[in-house]
């Protein structure tokens, strides 16, 4: 089994973080998000890896070449061809059955189960589900007791008892690109999906762990911490280019790469590759990207070049991540 990235959307949701960067090369505690995808699957011994490419490609395809012991290929869409159309694209490269995952989530789904699960349902298609809070934000999916999903729902107007929601994880055997069509803007969820389910070939895979699709600035921020507090979560070592960082602060309670440069007051945050926290600074809470420059007082807040997004007065501060950040192994 080999496995697909997808890793060329546009993040529309997250800007402005994503006016000069893809998704995926949004750092997460210090780290790109896209470490965290590759190592993952790497940890099931996948070796072979498909990254369907499209905004700032050379971004994704510079940081990927200095991974070892990954066998990274390119496909960069000059038109945008949707999630399934991009895989299309990459027949010739995929073994009889391969996974396909988002460069720019956080997840720590059990791939070698899921896998398990597709060939026992003898299913064209295997998806992830988990069940979400608040699932306004995304699609609910409806199965039966075997598994064999039975439809989509739209997304509803209210939280009610939460819902089951894609991950956006798909395990697939190769008979399933047939149905694709060649070189045309094709979506799983929207044009594959629903094809599949009149011929009841979908099977739902439910993943009891942590997933964030980091779809909103909020949701952003609290992966920082998150991931920041996730002693457990494997990281590569095989990665050439990586960011090393270290805790600073008396409490231990603050991220800082190596390459920052703290004069200032640092309380409970996360400082990126490069930035400075100005000796006039008194910053608490907050996630400093890679080369900002800081000073004066912040709270609660995203510092990127040229803007500030205040976000913790409207969500729990992460800080204390003990029930989540232990499901990583």
């Given at each position: 089994?080999?496995?697909?990235?997808?890793?060329?959307?546009?993040?529309?949701?997250?800007?402005?973080?994503?006016?000069?960067?893809?998704?995926?090369?949004l750092?997460?505690?210090?780290?790109?998000?896209?470490?965290?995808?590759?190592?993952?699957?790497?940890?099931?011994?996948?070796?072979?890896?498909?990254?369907?490419?499209?905004?700032y490609?050379?971004?994704v395809?510079?940081?990927?070449k200095?991974?070892?012991?990954?066998?990274p290929?390119?496909?960069?869409?000059?038109?945008?061809?949707?999630?399934a159309?991009?895989?299309?694209?990459?027949?010739?490269l995929?073994d009889?059955?391969?996974?396909?995952?988002?460069?720019?989530?956080?997840?720590?789904?059990?791939?070698?189960?899921?896998?398990?699960?597709?060939?026992?349902?003898?299913?064209a298609?295997?998806?992830?589900?988990?069940?979400?809070?608040?699932?306004?934000?995304?699609?609910?999916?409806?199965?039966?007791?075997?598994?064999t999903?039975?439809?989509?729902?739209?997304?509803?107007?209210?939280?009610?008892?939460?819902?089951?929601?894609?991950?956006?994880?798909?395990?697939?055997?190769?008979?399933?690109?047939?149905?694709?069509p060649?070189?045309?803007?094709?979506?799983f969820?929207?044009?594959?999906?629903?094809?599949?389910?009149k011929?009841?070939?979908?099977?739902?895979?439910?993943?009891?762990?942590?997933?964030?699709?980091?779809?909103?600035?909020?949701?952003?921020y609290?992966?920082?911490?998150?991931?920041?507090?996730?002693?457990?979560?494997?990281?590569?070592?095989?990665?050439?280019?990586?960011?090393?960082?270290?805790?600073?602060?008396?409490?231990?309670?603050?991220?800082?790469?190596?390459?920052?440069?703290?004069t200032?007051?640092?309380?409970?945050?996360?400082?990126?590759?490069?930035?400075?926290v100005?000796?006039?600074?008194d910053?608490?809470?907050?996630?400093?990207?890679?080369?900002?420059?800081v000073?004066?007082?912040?709270?609660?807040?995203?510092?990127?070049d040229?803007?500030?997004?205040?976000?913790?007065?409207?969500?729990?501060?992460?800080?204390?991540?003990?029930?989540?950040?232990?499901?990583?192994?």
């Amino acid at each position: 089994m080999n496995a697909v990235i997808l890793a060329g959307g546009f993040g529309s949701r997250l800007k402005p973080l994503t006016d000069f960067a893809p998704k995926p090369m949004l750092p997460v505690a210090n780290v790109p998000m896209i470490d965290y995808a590759v190592s993952h699957i790497r940890s099931f011994g996948i070796k072979d890896i498909v990254f369907t490419l499209g905004y700032y490609p050379e971004q994704v395809t510079e940081w990927v070449k200095g991974y070892t012991s990954v066998h990274p290929h390119f496909l960069v869409e000059d038109i945008p061809l949707g999630t399934a159309g991009g895989v299309r694209e990459a027949r010739e490269l995929l073994d009889d059955y391969f996974i396909v995952v988002s460069g720019d989530a956080l997840e720590n789904i059990d791939y070698g189960a899921m896998l398990q699960s597709h060939l026992k349902s003898g299913k064209a298609a295997t998806i992830a589900v988990t069940r979400v809070p608040d699932p306004r934000a995304f699609g609910l999916v409806e199965y039966d007791s075997d598994g064999t999903v039975t439809g989509f729902t739209e997304k509803p107007d209210e939280i009610g008892d939460g819902g089951i929601v894609n991950c956006g994880v798909y395990i697939f055997g190769c008979s399933v690109l047939r149905h694709i069509p060649y070189g045309v803007k094709y979506d799983f969820a929207r044009d594959l999906f629903p094809e599949l389910v009149k011929m009841r070939q979908i099977n739902a895979y439910y993943h009891n762990g942590f997933w964030s699709d980091i779809g909103s600035p909020a949701a952003y921020y609290e992966a920082n911490f998150i991931m920041a507090n996730g002693k457990n979560f494997f990281l590569p070592a095989y990665n050439r280019f990586r960011t090393i960082s270290h805790r600073i602060g008396g409490d231990g309670k603050s991220l800082a790469a190596y390459s920052a440069v703290i004069t200032g007051r640092c309380r409970r945050s996360i400082v990126g590759a490069g930035a400075a926290v100005a000796s006039d600074a008194d910053i608490s809470d907050c996630v400093v990207l890679d080369g900002v420059t800081v000073s004066g007082r912040h709270y609660g807040e995203i510092i990127g070049d040229g803007y500030c997004m205040p976000i913790a007065s409207s969500i729990r501060i992460p800080h204390d991540s003990t029930q989540i950040y232990k499901n990583f192994s």
